[in-house]
């Protein structure tokens, strides 16, 4: 790793303020917590941080009541060009003190020497055309891998079922289609082993055959197809 990161801090006090700053990826939380009050103003007291890739958020580096304390930033899966997003009440505002100057979400959406509207005008963050198009044809993308992937998934086609807590599972797909009182797609695997939760039926419907404990019912995201060489092709080569 490098010996500094570079990295924007952004504090939840204020959208119109954010630092750019090197940062050693070897302090420790505890330091950390020191390095953003020290920018941002907000008390070390209950503070949290939250990483960003530009406007995805990644993970809470600092929590509430974290344990992380001697854990160092290289702990975590920072990289150059990401955002902390410091979260928590500025020791420099005392509302009981100073009359609060206080803008309608309208009116600082008007002003012309915000941030937002520097990002607005330069095509940034939020308001890339390239980084909105982007994301527009990816999502195009996973679709249309999902469209192909759901006519693919016939019946009587070889299927590697993978779900969170189970092992690999190897069938072939025996269903396709709606499930009584489920939404969305469901696809029925016949398994080769009794390695399934039921026997092709859901809630005394059968969709398809099969041994007991041998079907399940699962999301096409749960499965991986597999392709199987004609019979023909095991014995290329022989006469």
Known sequence: MADFIHLHI????????????KIDPNITITELKSVVEFFTGISVDGVEVELYKDDSFIMKIIDRGDQNEHKTLADFPVQDGMRLH???????????????????????????????????????GRY???????????RAHAREEREKKQRDATVGKRCTVLTKYAPARRGEIAYQGRVAGKAGIFIGVKFDEPVGVNDGTFEGKRYFDCAPKYGSFVTLDAIELVDVPSEESHFDGEL
Do not use: C, T
């Open 86 to 124: 410091v979260i928590g009440r500025s020791m420099w505002l005392d509302d009981n003190a100073v009359d609060k100057f206080e803008l309608s979400p309208e009116a600082y959406d008007n002003r012309k020497d915000s941030l937002r509207h520097y990002l607005r005008q330069n095509k940034l």
């Open 128 to 138: 890339s055309e390239e980084r909105a198009a982007q994301k527009l044809a990816a």
């Open 10 to 21: 952004s504090n939840s006090e204020s959208d119109a303020v954010s630092y750019d700053r």
